[in-house]
Nanobody
Framework: QVQFVESGGGLVQPGGSLRLSCAAS???????????MGWHRQAPGKQRELVAI???????NYPDSVKGRFTISRDNAKNTVYLQMNSLKPEDTAVYYC?????????WGQGTQVTVSS
């Protein structure tokens, strides 16, 4: 059974920072290091969007909306992926999810809520 457990969300003022964590478990993740991983977000009334990717080699990619503000990283020893979010904006408000990249559609976690508001 594959499972993703996201944590670290919360309420933050515009310009603030948060660090999200995602622990991946399941038999396929006995080889966690070989998989690319991604962070996604979904705001109310909007489709889920990809906001960060990290490959097995550690290369990263971001859409323009978060480039320069978000940083994805991984700790293969802990089967964990992180998302450092700086200079947060109200439009970053969403539920954030992690998954393998490309995603395992059947195994989305509960996500972690990020709310950026003054």
């Amino acid at each position: 059974q594959v499972q993703f457990v996201e944590s670290g969300g919360g309420l933050v003022q515009p310009g603030g920072s948060l660090r999200l964590s995602c622990a991946a478990s399941g038999s396929i993740f006995s080889s966690f290091s070989i998989y690319a991983m991604g962070w996604h977000r979904q705001a109310p009334g909007k489709q889920r969007e990809l906001v960060a990717i990290i490959t097995s080699a550690g290369s990263t990619n971001y859409p323009d909306s978060v480039k320069g503000r978000f940083t994805i990283s991984r700790d293969n020893a802990k089967n964990t992926v992180y998302l450092q979010m700086n200079s947060l904006k109200p439009e970053d408000t969403a539920v954030y999810y992690c998954n393998k990249h490309p995603p395992l559609a059947r195994y989305w976690g509960q996500g972690t809520q990020v709310t950026v508001s003054s």
